[in-house]
């Protein structure tokens, strides 16, 4: 299939140093605010890039769920391949496609793991059958029907149906800390406009990069 002609002219907006702010955080602050504006579906979708032990990078979206000047959180399962990845090379990279504002913001940054209490206040948050998802699945491994899945969750929703439903041993959050923040504004031409802010002993550092 020839898709080459797919194509057309990012004219919505542009990106100046003198309209950035000095954190890249409230940078991120106020264009996620107007994406979720927008209406668009899921406006906290990331793509999460890892590299395993063989050097093979992978990718998935996951949702960010909060942020702030300390870094951008979000859960797991931390047996999962992602999270087994983090553990054996924790440098990671978020991608935020908002396509619909013709802007993409890429983040670098290690991953660490919250604290347990943090993690349990999130879980807590959660629906009921997202809870009990959390216990269900063992993501990433192989498994042969998804009835096996409904089965178990049908199982487990009985185990927990008196009480509160604990915090899994395996599940939790990570804050990726950043150290650069790329905000990039389609633009016509191709001629995008692109800032990557760099983390510096005492501030950040902008400087703009060739599209």
Do not use: C
């Not at 080459?4 to 940078?27: F, G, N, T």
């Amino acid at each position: 299939m020839d898709i080459s002609a797919l194509r057309r002219e990012y004219i919505k907006d542009h990106l100046e140093p003198e309209l950035l702010m000095q954190d890249p955080v409230d940078q991120f602050a106020q264009w996620f605010e107007e994406a979720k504006n927008t209406g668009m579906p899921d406006p906290n979708g990331m793509a999460l890039a890892t590299v395993g032990s063989d050097g093979q990078p992978s990718l998935r979206t996951v949702l960010l769920k909060y942020f702030d000047n300390s870094g951008f959180v979000f859960f797991t399962n931390y047996e999962s391949r992602k999270g087994m990845e983090i553990a054996g090379n924790n440098k990671v990279s978020l991608l935020f496609p908002w396509l619909i504002l013709e802007r993409q913001v890429v983040i670098y940054g290690v991953a660490e793991r919250i604290s347990k209490m943090e993690s349990l206040k999130y879980f807590t948050s959660r629906p009921m059958g997202s809870q009990i998802g959390a216990w269900v699945s063992n993501q990433s491994s192989v498994i042969s029907s998804r009835s096996l899945l409904v089965a178990k969750f049908e199982e487990m929703k009985q185990k927990f149906s008196k009480g509160e439903i604990p915090l899994p041993s395996f599940w939790g959050g990570f804050r990726v800390v950043p150290h650069s923040i790329e905000f990039w504004q389609g633009r016509e031409n191709r001629l995008h406009d692109r800032f990557m802010y760099t983390k510096t002993e005492l501030d950040w550092k902008i400087e703009r990069l060739a599209p």
